[in-house]
């Protein structure tokens, strides 16, 4: 009996989880390349994290990050303590790694406006998706020009392949903050451990989200109530899209290992067609 029919949760059944979602996805895409094409050029971050056994196992690709709130003994105080590995252009590690893994390709990764991304068109290294880069019989027309490479792809060039961390939970482990890279462009893991720890739960993440939106409006010199008041299409501009998730540790469920009656669903919405 398979790992995941017994409900046994390992870096490897996560790892074969986002294999599954990957060659799903990718088989959509082939079957709607004649009608729509250009689903080969969408993808997306995945940041995943499960409690099993009081260990919480995190799985994470591109740019999305989980910080863990940590009470720092009976001080009354909280460490921000970064659980998650970003896979992003703009950090030097990832640019070294991708130049390893493409010894042969100088434009692996490319500087434009500030900003450095992969084959100078994405910042991230790591997704579910943007199969155009990563098999070459979907980088051709009649995708978009400006996502076609002038040279084949002979290997991938991203990956959906997660970076996957185990925590055995603490006492003093407080709650987790789940986002993209859009909250934490404004706010420091820092300030957003502060801002959670100093509040009452309830609404939580929507106080991150307005907490960044105010100091993407600061930054632009201008109000937040005007921010709020610019179409959503110009808002891109502005500020990154934002989704946060905050999840507070119950610690007598989690020892007893409890589970939530019935289970959630995690199916892909694949499997609901």
């Not at 880069?133 to 051709?140: G, I, Q």
């Not at 903050?177 to 939580?204: C, M, Q, R, Y």
Request: glycine share 6%; charged share 20%; hydrophobic share 40%.
């Amino acid at each position: 009996m398979s790992a995941e029919a017994q409900g046994v949760v390992t870096a490897e059944t996560i790892q074969r989880a986002f294999r599954a979602t990957e060659e799903g996805f990718t088989a959509l895409v082939s079957e709607l390349w004649t009608s729509y094409p250009q689903i080969a050029t969408a993808g997306t971050c995945c940041l995943v994290g499960v409690i099993y056994q009081q260990t919480l196992f995190v799985a994470n690709l591109g740019d999305s990050r989980v910080v863990l709130g940590k009470k720092v003994g009976n001080t009354g105080a909280i460490a921000a303590i970064q659980l998650s590995t970003e896979h992003n252009a703009n950090l030097a590690a990832i640019r070294q790694e991708l130049k390893e893994l493409h010894p042969n390709d100088p434009q692996i990764v490319v500087l434009r406006h500030g900003v450095w991304r992969v084959k100078g068109i994405i910042q991230v290294s790591k997704s579910i998706g943007d199969v155009y880069l990563k098999h070459a019989r979907f980088n051709r027309e009649p995708i978009n020009a400006k996502f076609r490479l002038p040279d084949p792809i002979s290997s991938p060039i991203l990956s959906a392949s997660p970076t996957i961390l185990s925590h055995p939970l603490q006492p003093n482990d407080s709650f987790l903050i789940f986002a993209s890279d859009g909250l934490w462009e404004h706010l420091s893991n820092e300030k957003a451990v502060d801002i959670v720890h100093s509040n009452p739960h309830a609404g939580s993440a929507k106080r991150l989200v307005k907490a960044a939106l105010q100091e993407a409006a600061r930054k632009r010199e201008m109000r937040y109530s005007d921010l709020k008041k610019i179409d959503k299409k110009v808002r891109r501009h502005f500020h990154d899209d934002i989704t946060v998730f905050v999840l507070f540790l119950n610690h007598d469920l989690i020892s007893r290992g409890t589970l939530q009656d019935p289970p959630v669903s995690v199916r892909s919405a694949l499997e609901h067609r």
